[in-house]
């Protein structure tokens, strides 16, 4: 009764707009206090959670994906993918999608897939005709591969959790990830079609083709590196991102010659805020679930669901919508460290998947941001197109039932899932 109360406060306290760091951290203090317990407990959870190895593949992915977007990768991304699907009905809008499925394997981030492809797409989709409108509300959308198609920092932080290794979690990504480039295509396709939004107007040659796949040829290779590294042994998966890092500076320095010393100093410290903002969540929220699981508010959880259901897929069902209307209020990484920790020890008892869980898990909260009113991949894209969310909303509808349809498949049919994975025991 006393988790249930607190769980409720932080979500009130949320709601009126207090930071979800402050939120989870005072209100934590404040059971820590009325149960006797010294306040130091929650300077060494906050330093516990964050004093962990596997950590610290999150500020190098994140550098990684800065180096490769001033290091010139996404402009020469959108190059290929146009000569592979701009010729089609909406080619642009095809474009996007493709183009953001080939940088998700390299940011591993939803806002930063949105906002390199959506700093190049919208003001190309708008001066050819497309909806400013529709332009936001698709690249917004084409940013949730990001933390699907590995490498993955949602996916990094579960493992680091539940235990599960990331480099099979990496590879549960893949299948989903293609799964939702097709679903979006869907709608986008027509769309495109009642518009009359149109592609370039020839079929690019395949000797445009091939010169754009040269142009972008050390940019695919990165994905690759990174996972076949791991599958081979070469490096762990934390170590992968230190590679990733140094790959892309490599890269854009010495090869494109688009990244500057001068750029360096701005990109380490957008890099180092970012890290702090996912650092503190993960420390705050793992004070919280600590405190939750110390008051066996797993144990209560699981006895609940139980007594609702003994059913699978009634439990996956409760999971999603939970998720699902968390995600619109609350961010990616802090809903992942509050609800992975109660949710884990129930899917083991129903016999779920940790990895299969794991994607689940990534994919209903991928979804969460591009749900009002904290869809963050919506303020991005929104900013670049100059429009409103509101403005956005109707565009939005068909995307977001498309991804819908791919949480549906990943949920209830595992081996979407658990296919790659087992293939490399």
């Not at 206090?33 to 516990?48: A, C, E, S």
């Not at 893949?174 to 592609?199: E, N, Q």
């Not at 500076?249 to 996912?278: H, N, Q, W």
């Not at 991928?366 to 969310?389: D, Y």
Request: charged share 10%; with cysteine.
């Amino acid at each position: 009764m006393f988790s249930a109360v607190l769980i409720v406060i932080v979500f009130l306290t949320i709601m009126l707009g207090v930071p979800i760091t402050f939120a989870l951290g005072l209100v934590s203090l404040a059971g820590l206090l009325i149960k006797g317990l010294p306040p130091i407990v929650l300077v060494q959870r906050l330093f516990t959670a964050v004093d962990s190895f596997p950590l610290v593949a999150i500020p190098l992915f994140i550098l990684a994906g800065a180096l490769m977007s001033e290091g010139g990768v996404s402009r020469r991304l959108v190059r290929l993918a146009d000569a592979l699907v701009g010729h089609l009905p909406g080619g642009l809008a095809m474009v996007v999608i493709v183009a953001t499925a080939f940088l998700s394997a390299v940011t591993g981030s939803a806002i930063a897939a949105a906002a390199a492809i959506g700093g190049i797409m919208i003001p190309a989709l708008t001066s050819q005709g497309y909806s400013p409108r529709f332009s936001a509300a698709l690249v917004a959308s084409a940013g949730t591969m990001g933390p699907i198609i590995p490498p993955s920092i949602p996916l990094v932080i579960y493992g680091v959790i539940t235990g599960t290794s990331i480099a099979k979690l990496f590879l549960s990504g893949f299948v989903p990830g293609i799964l939702m480039a097709i679903a979006l295509s869907v709608p986008a396709y027509f769309t495109s079609v009642k518009c009359g939004y149109r592609g370039r107007a020839t079929k690019a040659s395949l000797r445009e083709v091939l010169d754009a796949l040269k142009d972008a040829f050390l940019p695919l290779l990165s994905p690759i590196i990174i996972i076949g590294g791991i599958l081979g042994g070469f490096f762990t998966a934390t170590e992968s991102a230190v590679v990733a890092a140094a790959f892309t500076f490599v890269l854009g320095f010495f090869f494109y010659r688009e990244l500057k010393l001068s750029d360096l100093p701005r990109v380490f410290r957008d890099t180092a805020v970012s890290t702090g903002t996912v650092l503190i969540v993960l420390g705050t929220a793992s004070v919280f679930t600590w405190f939750l699981t110390v008051q066996q508010a797993p144990k209560a959880i699981t006895e609940f669901l139980m007594s609702v259901s003994q059913s699978k897929l009634v439990l996956l069902m409760l999971i999603n919508v939970i998720l699902l209307f968390v995600g619109t209020f609350i961010d990616t990484i802090s809903a992942l460290t509050i609800f992975t920790p109660l949710f884990y020890p129930v899917a083991l008892r129903f016999g779920v998947d940790p990895i299969h869980l794991g994607m689940i898990i990534a994919v209903n909260l991928t979804i969460g941001m591009i749900t009002p009113p904290l869809g963050v991949c919506l303020f991005v894209s929104s900013n670049i197109a100059k429009v409103t969310l509101s403005e956005m909303l109707n565009d939005l509808k068909p995307l977001l039932l498309a991804l819908l349809v791919v949480l549906v498949l990943v949920t209830y049919i595992p081996e979407i899932t658990l296919f790659l994975p087992k293939l490399f025991p």
